[in-house]
Structure formats: structure tokens, C-alpha cells
């Protein structure tokens, strides 16, 4: 079943996020009303040279080595399906790689290529938006990958590297080449996340290719009004920033104050359940956001920051 074929329009994403959208994250929008949800971004290199370490048992999939990132960041649960899992990288043969082991030993609803990311670490190496300057190569990737899966492939991109009529111009040759969805963020990689986003190109790219490929738009989704705002002609919307803090942004503008409590006490319990205590210390960044707005929110982040088991939490939920 192809999953952007299946889920009825519009179709609410949560877009990828590097140290942000973790199983504990994915699972809790989920529960909160996401369509669908996108792993972190994970390298098709490192999956390359690393799967040889990789081993299976009736527990998951384990790794030779007392660490591996990688594995870790490929793990998910029934709970968030359906999932879509995301590659980075520049080389066809290793996205080949990736799609295929990934498709035969997790089979997620998809694999997504970013093509968007303009994280300086990640577009010096020539991957994310780095993509946006050769179409010939980003084509070139998407065949690879679809060679390698029977799972729908989609790319998270931009509206071009400094102008937004470049998406004009290289959409067309993704969807020539079978892309089944389109993930648009309405800026350039020189704007970053500076400036509103705009989506008129998204918009035009739609209503020319109708009924070719599921298009969805991204950027400045803050709440559940914008979904409705922003939607038009597109298949669906994918919020990433608006979702901190606020994960029921896909299904509602607000929450009680005892539903908030209640989504704190439960994010935090699903980041210990994942990760133990350490789960509990990137708990911190979430925590943050979900204060934000309080009157005592000044004295709170004091504590917040330095919270280390789920007791410090309920205090902290207790003084809001």
C-alpha cells in the first residue's frame, strides 16, 4: 500500500528534526493527532558501512559495536506507523544501499531523501540542500533509491538554494524520474529560517502536476488555524518548529490545562521509557517549550534545565 495514496487529505506531517523528533516525540504527535511522522535525518553513508556490524535477535536489531548512533537513530515503533524513514547523503550507490536495507529488515510506510537541510555541517559535506545546485545528481538519487524499494519515496527540499523559482525547475525532474511526494519548505537555503516563509511556488507546482505526486507544504505552521490557512490546492502540511511545545497542533488550537499536564507527564515517561535517564536530559529542550508562556516560566527554565528523573518533572508540573 502506498501510504500518501492511503491517508486522506489534508495529510498532517511531522517534518524531521535533528535532536527533536526522537520515538518519543513521533509517538506522542502521533497520539496527538500527526498523520504521519518522519525520522531524524540519518545517513546513507554511515548505514553503508556500518550495516556489516549490525545483527538481528528476537529483541531488534543489535550493533557489535557498545555504541553505534546510527542503529539507534533507525529505531522506531509499531506505535508510530506510519513512519517514514529519512536518508541524507550524495551518493547514489549508497542511498541504493541504504533504501534496500532499510526497506527489507525495518519496512517503514517510506523512505523520504532531504534534500533541504541547511545545516552547515551537513551542506559543506555536499548533502541536504547542497542538492538544490546539481538536479542531475538529485534526480539521479531518487532513481537509485526507487530501484532499490518497493516503498513510496519521497524528498523533503526547499524552494531553491538562493532564488524561489529554482523548485520550478528542479521539482520537475524528480517527479520525471517517479518521485511519489514532494516535502516543500517555503524558503531558500540563504534565507535558513530567517523571514516568513512563502509558498506560492508550492501552490503553482500543485495545480501543474495535479495528479502526479503528493505535494505537501512546510513552514510557519504554528497552530492548528494555519493548517486550515495554509492547505489550498496541497495534499498536506508538515509542521516541525510549530509542534515544540505543542503537539496537539495537528488536531486542535488548544488544550486544558489539565490535557498539558498530562501531555508533560506523558512525553517525559515515553523519553525515559526510550532512553533511561539521559532520555530525561534531552527531555530538557521539550520541557522549555511546553513552559513557555507561564508567568512563572522565568523561575521554572531554572529548574528545568536541570532536571534529571521524571520526579523532578511532576515538581516542576506541579508549580505551573
Same mark, same amino acid.
Given at each position: 500500500?502506498?501510504?500518501?495514496?492511503?491517508?486522506?487529505?489534508?495529510?498532517?506531517?511531522?517534518?524531521?528534526?535533528?535532536?527533536?523528533?526522537?520515538?518519543?516525540?513521533?509517538?506522542?504527535?502521533?497520539?496527538?493527532?500527526?498523520? *504521519?511522522?518522519?525520522?531524524?535525518?540519518?545517513?546513507?553513508?554511515?548505514?553503508?558501512?556500518?550495516?556489516?556490524?549490525?545483527?538481528?535477535?528476537?529483541?531488534?536489531?543489535?550493533?557489535?559495536?557498545?555504541?553505534?548512533?546510527?542503529?539507534?537513530?533507525?529505531?522506531? @515503533?509499531?506505535? /508510530?506507523?506510519?513512519?517514514?524513514?529519512?536518508?541524507?547523503?550524495?551518493?547514489?550507490?549508497?542511498?541504493?544501499?541504504?533504501?534496500?536495507?532499510?526497506?527489507?529488515?525495518?519496512?517503514? /510506510?517510506?523512505?523520504?531523501?532531504? *534534500?533541504?537541510?541547511?545545516?552547515?555541517?551537513?551542506?559543506?559535506?555536499?548533502?541536504?540542500?547542497?542538492?538544490?545546485?546539481?538536479?542531475?545528481?538529485?534526480?539521479?538519487?531518487?532513481?537509485?533509491?526507487?530501484?532499490? @524499494?518497493?516503498?513510496?519515496?519521497?524528498?523533503?527540499?526547499?524552494?531553491?538554494?538562493?532564488?524561489?523559482?529554482?523548485?520550478?525547475?528542479?521539482?520537475?525532474?524528480?517527479?520525471?524520474?517517479?518521485?511519489?511526494?514532494?516535502?516543500?519548505?517555503?524558503?531558500?537555503?540563504?534565507?535558513?529560517?530567517?523571514?516568513?516563509?512563502?509558498?506560492?511556488?508550492?501552490?503553482?507546482?500543485?495545480?501543474?502536476?495535479?495528479?502526479?505526486?503528493?505535494?505537501?507544504?512546510?513552514?510557519?505552521?504554528?497552530?492548528?488555524?494555519?493548517?486550515?490557512?495554509?492547505?489550498?490546492?496541497?495534499?498536506?502540511?508538515?509542521?516541525?518548529?510549530?509542534?515544540?511545545?505543542?503537539?496537539?497542533?495537528?488536531?486542535?488550537?488548544?488544550?486544558?490545562?489539565?490535557?498539558?499536564?498530562?501531555?508533560?507527564?506523558?512525553?517525559?515517561?515515553?523519553?525515559?521509557?526510550?532512553?533511561?535517564?539521559?532520555?530525561?536530559?534531552?527531555?530538557?529542550?521539550?520541557?522549555?517549550?511546553?513552559?513557555?508562556?507561564?508567568?512563572?516560566?522565568?523561575?521554572?527554565?531554572?529548574?528545568?534545565?536541570?532536571?534529571?528523573?521524571?520526579?523532578?518533572?511532576?515538581?516542576?508540573?506541579?508549580?505551573?
Amino acid at each position: 500500500m502506498n501510504i500518501w495514496q492511503s491517508l486522506e487529505r489534508p495529510i498532517k506531517v511531522l517534518a524531521p528534526m535533528a535532536d527533536y523528533t526522537d520515538s518519543a516525540f513521533r509517538l506522542l504527535c502521533r497520539e496527538n493527532g500527526a498523520d *504521519m511522522v518522519i525520522t531524524e535525518l540519518i545517513s546513507s553513508d554511515a548505514i553503508f558501512y556500518q550495516a556489516k556490524n549490525w545483527y538481528q535477535d528476537g529483541h531488534g536489531w543489535h550493533s557489535k559495536k557498545d555504541y553505534d548512533p546510527t542503529l539507534s537513530l533507525l529505531e522506531f @515503533t509499531a506505535g /508510530e506507523s506510519p513512519i517514514i524513514v529519512q536518508l541524507f547523503g550524495k551518493h547514489p550507490e549508497k542511498f541504493a544501499f541504504a533504501a534496500d536495507w532499510v526497506s527489507k529488515n525495518l519496512q517503514p /510506510e517510506g523512505i523520504d531523501i532531504n *534534500m533541504g537541510c541547511p545545516a552547515r555541517k551537513v551542506v559543506s559535506s555536499d548533502h541536504g540542500a547542497a542538492l538544490l545546485k546539481d538536479c542531475n545528481l538529485a534526480a539521479e538519487i531518487v532513481r537509485a533509491v526507487k530501484k532499490n @524499494t518497493n516503498l513510496p519515496v519521497s524528498v523533503k527540499t526547499r524552494l531553491g538554494w538562493d532564488d524561489d523559482d529554482e523548485i520550478l525547475n528542479f521539482a520537475p525532474k524528480l517527479i520525471d524520474v517517479g518521485v511519489d511526494a514532494l516535502i516543500i519548505h517555503g524558503r531558500t537555503y540563504r534565507d535558513g529560517f530567517k523571514g516568513l516563509s512563502r509558498w506560492e511556488n508550492i501552490y503553482r507546482l500543485k495545480d501543474e502536476f495535479r495528479d502526479k505526486v503528493k505535494i505537501v507544504g512546510n513552514g510557519d505552521i504554528k497552530d492548528f488555524k494555519d493548517i486550515e490557512l495554509k492547505i489550498g490546492n496541497l495534499d498536506g502540511v508538515a509542521v516541525g518548529r510549530g509542534a515544540f511545545g505543542k503537539p496537539w497542533i495537528f488536531s486542535r488550537e488548544n488544550v486544558s490545562f489539565d490535557e498539558l499536564k498530562k501531555i508533560i507527564l506523558r512525553h517525559a515517561e515515553l523519553s525515559f521509557e526510550f532512553k533511561g535517564e539521559h532520555g530525561i536530559i534531552e527531555f530538557r529542550k521539550h520541557l522549555l517549550a511546553y513552559l513557555k508562556g507561564f508567568a512563572n516560566a522565568k523561575e521554572l527554565r531554572k529548574e528545568a534545565v536541570l532536571v534529571k528523573d521524571l520526579s523532578d518533572i511532576q515538581r516542576i508540573v506541579e508549580k505551573l
